[in-house]
């Protein structure tokens, strides 16, 4: 069935459309609220909200881009507003550098997603939440300042200081490996 | 490592990967789906709030209207003119009494004691003596009650009447009233001061007097510690002020 046609059929109120597009879309929405949450259950309580919020708000959805991108706003959207409710300091001391992922402790240098997504998740809230918004979303830093309530120039800094901490858990992976 | 290459791997890796969650997670949101959706309340509190406001505006408007409808409600002023009881004051010149008048109402004399306990009644017209006389029978009436007509003014104020302008009796008129001074209620300022909670000032006496030198001698920085005083009986008396009072400083050191 088309997207577009379940999508109708959510706005209706059918309750087997919801699941059909909930099936499709879950894993991808589920990857992105992995990437802003600390652990599974917060990214599964960010998925939850999200897709109630897509079904209880669908009228809001005003066809201009497509389906995907906006449950993926809401989902993104969600998760910067759990840490906002959930008081959460952006500005975190970074994680310890033994807090590596357990897959690269072999000699395998080839870096697998769940490898980059535990880098991501190890980086403090701010810088995780900015690394996010910037290189994955494509969101301008005005526009992250203007999501996160923060200045231009924090954002700049934050990613800065995300990509650093970045590079410095790849060379210790590479050097391990080598 | 550049930025770019950086953000290259990480965007083609974690960009379009799905992670499938728990299976009980869409039964939760159908739960959630399924109950009754209760109406927010936030969602109509700014309205509470306008209601409350727009409530509170009209309150001050309302308090403003009736404030501004006593202060200008019309005043009937009555102002009585009465001839001067006195022989001394027939011998007066009543044209000169005529004169004077106006110059009270004007404020710029004061009127003579006498005249300012009773009621004072200018006329402006002429034209209706017979509905002032009651006001004027209460009142002590001389032997020759003579109504003298001034024309009212507001101090400092004169508006020339032009001489074909007709005024309309029935037109509501204004009056004045000349309120007599409120009476003191305590006529002597002796009384007044006597009345008032003063502290006593203890007699001094050639004892004492002699004393309170030698304690200011004796702590001239400090003279107001110790005081000699006379009792009312007589007696010496002898006032120890702050002298128990302790000092941290001391007790620090």
């Not at chain 2, 700014?46 to 404030?67: E, K, Q, S, T």
């Amino acid at each position: 069935m088309n997207l577009d046609t379940i999508w109708n059929a959510c706005l209706a109120g059918n309750r087997k459309a919801q699941f059909q597009l909930y099936q499709t879309l879950s894993g991808r929405m589920f990857s992105v609220c992995m990437r802003y949450a600390q652990t599974e259950s917060e990214a599964e309580e960010i998925l939850q909200t999200g897709f109630i919020k897509v079904f209880t708000k669908g009228q809001l959805f005003d066809k201009r881009g497509s389906l995907e991108g906006w449950i993926r706003k809401i989902m993104v959207n969600t998760a910067i507003e759990l840490h906002r409710n959930r008081d959460r300091r952006s500005f975190e001391p970074l994680a310890q550098d033994d807090a590596m992922p357990d897959s690269c402790s072999g000699s395998d240098v080839h870096l697998h997603y769940k490898d980059l997504l535990a880098m991501v998740t190890a980086l403090p809230l701010g810088y995780r939440t900015v690394f996010n918004l910037y290189v994955i979303e494509g969101y301008s830093h005005k526009e992250i300042a203007k999501m996160l309530s923060i200045s231009e120039g924090n954002s700049k800094s934050q990613l800065s200081r995300a990509r650093q901490s970045l590079k410095e858990q790849l060379m210790k992976i590479e050097n391990i490996g080598l | 490592m550049k930025d770019k290459e950086l953000d290259k791997l990480f965007k083609g890796q974690l960009e379009q990967h799905s992670i499938f969650p728990k299976k009980d997670i869409w039964h939760k949101i159908e739960s959630q789906l399924d109950q009754p959706r209760v109406a927010p309340a936030r969602r109509f509190s700014w309205i509470r709030y306008a209601a409350i406001a727009i409530g509170c505006l009209g309150l001050i408007v309302l308090a403003y209207n009736m404030m501004q409808s006593t202060s200008v409600r019309e005043i009937p002023t009555i102002a009585q003119k009465r001839a001067p009881e006195a022989p001394t004051n027939t011998s007066q010149d009543p044209s000169e009494s005529a004169q004077q008048m106006p110059l009270v109402a004007h404020g710029y004399l004061e009127p003579p004691e006498q005249e300012v306990t009773k009621i004072q009644i200018s006329k402006q017209h002429v034209s209706r003596p017979k509905q002032r006389r009651p006001i004027s029978k209460h009142l002590p009436q001389p032997k020759e009650p003579r109504l003298e007509l001034v024309e009212l003014k507001p101090a400092g104020v004169s508006l020339p009447l032009a001489s074909g302008v007709d005024i309309d009796d029935k037109a509501p008129k204004e009056y004045a009233i000349t309120v007599p001074p409120v009476a003191p209620l305590i006529d002597s300022p002796e009384t007044e001061e006597s009345m008032l909670a003063s502290a006593r000032k203890p007699a001094e006496g050639i004892v004492p007097g002699i004393l309170n030198k030698i304690s200011d001698a004796l702590n001239p920085s400090d003279h107001t510690t110790i005081q000699f005083s006379k009792d009312e009986e007589g007696f010496l008396r002898l006032d120890i002020v702050n002298g128990l009072v302790k000092n941290r400083h001391k007790k620090r050191r």
